[in-house]
């Protein structure tokens, strides 16, 4: 029996994670955060020092990519609809929430043997239950035959203002010029690497969110989703 799978890919800050979790309680389905895996591998290669290089070496691909397959990563969904990401008995669903992961996880994503590596536990996710797939690749190249494809964006200036106030209501110091540059750094290397580069599948519903709330964005998606249900 196969299940359902909306894929949902797109920059970060274009309002992904807000309408997946929306989406998935509405529909009563899991949800695959595959950029949280990615942030996973950076943060653990940051921390076994394998990011210090400006290039890798093919020795220091091949440790991270056997950090990447020795890793034991579960999501698991509490009821309050938060998800605990457990890596190795340890919940690191806060640590790895910050610009800084964000980096080292866009580092790790353009290597194709660590992509390899975390493929097999992203499409095994669609076994079980209907999925709301949030990433970059999800479309093109985890879920090619998804139901329903949506590549939602926005641009870096909308999506550092959006930063900026979520630093701000958790009371953190936020610096608009610095967040913007990163976005845009990552944003660079996700769309221009050579292996899954972040685009919209040619299937997908490109919806630009810069000036839009979350509510219209989750209503515009479920209203898509249900023509092509
Ligand atoms: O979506 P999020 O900001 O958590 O993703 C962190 C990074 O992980 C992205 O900048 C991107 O480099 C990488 N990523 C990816 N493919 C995905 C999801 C995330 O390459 N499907």
Do not use: H, W
């Amino acid at each position: 029996m196969s299940f359902p799978v909306i894929t949902i890919d797109g920059p970060s800050g274009a309002g992904k994670g807000t309408v997946c979790l929306r989406l998935a309680q509405a529909l009563g389905y899991r949800l695959l955060d595959s950029g949280a895996l990615y942030r996973i591998v950076g943060l653990k290669a940051f921390e076994a020092g394998l990011l210090n290089e400006l290039s890798l070496t093919e020795q220091v691909v091949a440790d991270i990519t056997e950090l990447t397959q020795s890793l034991d990563i579960q999501f698991l969904p509490r009821d309050t609809g938060d998800v605990d990401i457990v890596v190795n008995g340890v919940n690191v669903a806060g640590e790895i929430r910050n610009e800084t992961v964000g980096g080292y996880a866009s580092k790790v994503a353009a290597l194709p043997s660590v992509r390899e590596a975390l493929l097999a536990l992203q499409k095994n996710m669609a076994n079980e239950s209907g999925l709301i797939a949030d990433g970059r690749d999800m479309g093109t190249v985890v879920f090619p035959n998804a139901d329903a494809k949506v590549y939602l964006t926005a641009s870096a200036e909308a999506r550092a203002d959006r930063r900026v106030a979520q630093l701000q209501q958790a009371g953190e110091r936020a610096d608009y010029a610095a967040i913007l540059t990163s976005i845009q750094e990552r944003d660079e290397r996700d769309e221009n690497r050579s292996v899954a580069p972040s685009k919209p599948a040619k299937d997908a519903l490109v919806l630009d969110s810069s000036s839009m709330n979350a509510d219209d964005v989750f209503a515009q998606i479920k209203k898509f989703c249900q023509q092509k249900g």
